[in-house]
């Protein structure tokens, strides 16, 4: 049993760490990794080979007769082709991108296995790449903000008067959002914060931050059984929207984390809403990538609109590049050793038909199967 890792071609973090070669290892697998594949995550060449990897020159050569593939983005086509047919790819494969990438990979014959797909259950939890990476996100979202905020962020008190505290609004309270919140106050802000879920009140709250909504009788209705979002009336959304309008102008700082899979992120800030802030706040946008929650967000860019500064960094767990590779890292070997792997017999032994596996199995024996992606209906896969 062979597993792979490459360097990546365009992110800073890696999907291996010396921790999770040892325990390959002792899996029975022979790891093979590319040299530089752990340098921007400050793990060296050398502490891949004691923990038992072995070093090759390219990627190429890294994934050539690879059972496994570990992967950050969606492999290149240079490392698809030199890929073996059967060959199980594990990583962020971007479901909702591109369907060329997709097609690619069922033509290479590969099995693509999408860890933003895990499903929401107990047992997977530590498999959720969204979860430990979004958990990353939020709390860089508030150190960039401090580090272009031209003010201190806590309350001081001192001889020469007092500094009030910076004013934190965080919008959207899922993994992000509540790492944003707890971040903020641990720096001294004072934080506010607001979500469409009325379960995200005492969530907002047990962190001390104030919740902010309209908090009538649709809004106490508005979750589902399963803990999801109802659509709310229109009514509803212009009452929030005036609140939120009027609380975003007296804020220092704006970080928004709105995101639903497969569509375009909602729009939250509008262009109105950026000028009636003061000049030099700043507001930080999580969702910058999939066309951004705040009006003037530019992805890949901090940009100032209307003395406001808007930062739109792409790929913020990657900026953490160390923390991010550790967390991602255990992911993806937690995957592999609870649903790839017989530890008994120490080798390859899919459990194909495991609900993790089907969740996120994207493509195998040159085809789509996953049913969102234009594979078969679910029961047309169940002997695959």
Known sequence: MKIAVAAEADDTRVAATPDVVKRYVGLGAEVAVQKGAGADARITDEAFAEAGATLVADGAAAVADADVVLTVRRPTAELLAAMKKGAIVVGALDPFGPEAGLKAMADAGVAAVAMELMPRITRAQSMDILSSQANLAGYQAVIDAAEVFDRAIPMMMTAAGTVPAAKVFVMGAGVAGLQAIATARRLGAAVSATDVRPAAKEQVASLGAKFVAVENEEFKQAETAGGY???????????????????????????????????????????????????????????????????????????????????????????????????????????????????EAKALAPKWEDEVVTATLLTRDGALVHPKFGGPAPSATSAA
């Open 229 to 343: 979002a109802k659509e709310m009336s229109d009514d509803y959304k212009r009452q929030q929207a005036e609140l939120v309008a009027s609380h975003v102008a007296k804020q220092d700082i704006v970080i928004t984390t709105a995101l639903i899979p497969g569509r375009p992120a909602p729009k939250l800030v509008s262009a109105e809403m950026v000028r009636s802030m003061a000049p030099g706040s700043v507001i930080v946008d999580l969702a910058v990538e999939r066309g951004g929650n705040a009006a003037g967000a530019v992805a890949g860019e901090v940009v100032t609109v209307d003395g406001v500064t808007i930062i739109g960094h792409r790929n913020v767990p990657g900026r953490i590049a160390a923390t991010a590779s550790l967390l991602y890292a255990k992911n993806l070997f937690t995957f592999v050793d609870t649903v790839l792997v017989d530890k």
